[in-house]
């Protein structure tokens, strides 16, 4: 088990709250069974994404998980559109996320409220109050956060909150987007974008065994052969003694080999 204090949860709570999630994210959160989760976007009007989310139902209530810099914004910018829904949104500052490589014994796990399934995965969350016995170094954490990357998940921060469209961070490949459902913020010009097939960035992910680590928004750019592709950082991992892995957009295609990049006139080789 690692503790993962980049991530919180949030719970919904209430009749409507089912209801109040599904018409505010860009995935069929009405959908899900009991204990079953799905990635979704929560975009505003022109469709870019706020926060990715991993939904979860539990019970009666629903319980997301997201980046933690971005909880209390997302949770007060909801709540303005509650209205007369009969939900209640709460931010669980008293619980930790935990990420899981097993749920082995996590049944007996003291001051644990719940364990969520992280879609086409076989690890997990773990939301408990107790981290007594749970892992915090800072390599473990980094390992995890590279395994995310690596699959597509990239927990946005607010630097690139309200940034990028779905489609430009491969969501919609996560199964973050619903083109099947109703209205949403934004749901609009995602599908747009989608039936059109106009998506001009790609998400990529790029590693090289130099120590650099872009901060989000800092521009690189990706070389091949002679050409030379302009890419925006949204998330960087830096491995002790191993490099680093960085997860961009770009407008380099994704059927083209990227060789090496350039950051801060330095160029550096691929792995």
Same mark, same amino acid.
């Given at each position: 088990?690692?503790?993962?204090?980049?991530?919180?949860?949030?719970? @919904?709570?209430?009749? !409507?709250?089912?209801?109040?999630?599904?018409?505010?994210? *860009?995935?069929?959160?009405?959908?899900?069974?009991? !204990?079953? *989760? %799905?990635?979704?976007?929560?975009?505003?009007?022109?469709?870019?994404?706020?926060?990715?989310?991993?939904?979860?139902?539990?019970?009666?209530?629903?319980? &997301? #998980?997201?980046?933690?810099?971005?909880?209390?914004?997302?949770?007060?910018?909801?709540?303005?559109?509650?209205?007369?829904?009969?939900?209640? #949104?709460?931010?669980?500052?008293?619980?930790? /996320?935990?990420?899981?490589?097993?749920?082995?014994?996590?049944?007996?796990?003291?001051?644990?409220?719940?364990?969520?399934?992280?879609?086409?995965?076989?690890?997990?969350?773990? $939301?408990?109050?107790?981290?007594?016995?749970?892992?915090?170094?800072?390599?473990?954490?980094?390992?995890?956060?590279?395994?995310?990357?690596? %699959?597509? &998940?990239?927990?946005?921060?607010?630097?690139?909150?309200?940034?990028?469209?779905?489609?430009? $961070?491969? @969501?919609?490949?996560?199964?973050? &987007?619903?083109?099947?459902?109703?209205?949403?913020?934004?749901?609009?010009? =995602?599908?747009?974008?989608?039936?059109?097939?106009?998506?001009?960035?790609?998400?990529?992910?790029?590693?090289?065994?130099? +120590?650099?680590?872009?901060?989000?928004? !800092?521009? #690189?750019?990706?070389?091949?052969? !002679?050409?030379?592709?302009?890419?925006? #950082?949204?998330?960087? =991992?830096?491995?002790?003694?191993?490099?680093?892995? +960085?997860? /961009?957009?770009?407008?380099?295609?994704?059927? $083209?080999?990227?060789?090496?990049?350039?950051?801060?006139?330095?160029?550096?080789?691929?792995?």
């Amino acid at each position: 088990m690692v503790l993962l204090p980049s991530l919180t949860v949030i719970r @919904f709570s209430g009749t !409507d709250a089912g209801d109040f999630l599904h018409n505010q994210l *860009s995935s069929d959160v009405l959908a899900l069974s009991p !204990d079953e *989760s %799905t990635f979704a976007c929560y975009c505003e009007p022109k469709g870019r994404v706020l926060a990715l989310m991993l939904v979860s139902r539990n019970h009666d209530d629903y319980l &997301v #998980i997201l980046s933690a810099s971005l909880a209390a914004t997302i949770a007060n910018r909801l709540k303005i559109y509650v209205m007369r829904a009969k939900v209640d #949104i709460e931010v669980l500052d008293g619980f930790s /996320v935990v990420g899981i490589y097993s749920d082995i014994g996590i049944e007996a796990q003291s001051g644990k409220l719940a364990v969520l399934a992280i879609p086409n995965s076989s690890n997990s969350f773990l $939301l408990t109050s107790d981290i007594n016995a749970v892992d915090s170094s800072k390599t473990r954490q980094e390992e995890w956060k590279l395994a995310e990357l690596r %699959t597509g &998940v990239v927990w946005l921060k607010p630097e690139t909150s309200g940034q990028f469209l779905p489609q430009m $961070l491969g @969501f919609d490949q996560l199964g973050a &987007v619903n083109y099947r459902k109703g209205c949403y913020p934004g749901q609009e010009i =995602v599908a747009r974008i989608h039936y059109l097939g106009k998506v001009k960035r790609h998400p990529r992910l790029v590693c090289t065994s130099a +120590m650099i680590c872009p901060a989000p928004l !800092d521009e #690189i750019q990706l070389l091949s052969q !002679d050409q030379s592709y302009k890419a925006v #950082i949204t998330d960087c =991992v830096q491995l002790e003694d191993a490099g680093a892995c +960085m997860f /961009v957009v770009t407008r380099m295609g994704p059927e $083209l080999v990227a060789e090496r990049i350039e950051y801060q006139g330095q160029e550096v080789g691929l792995v």
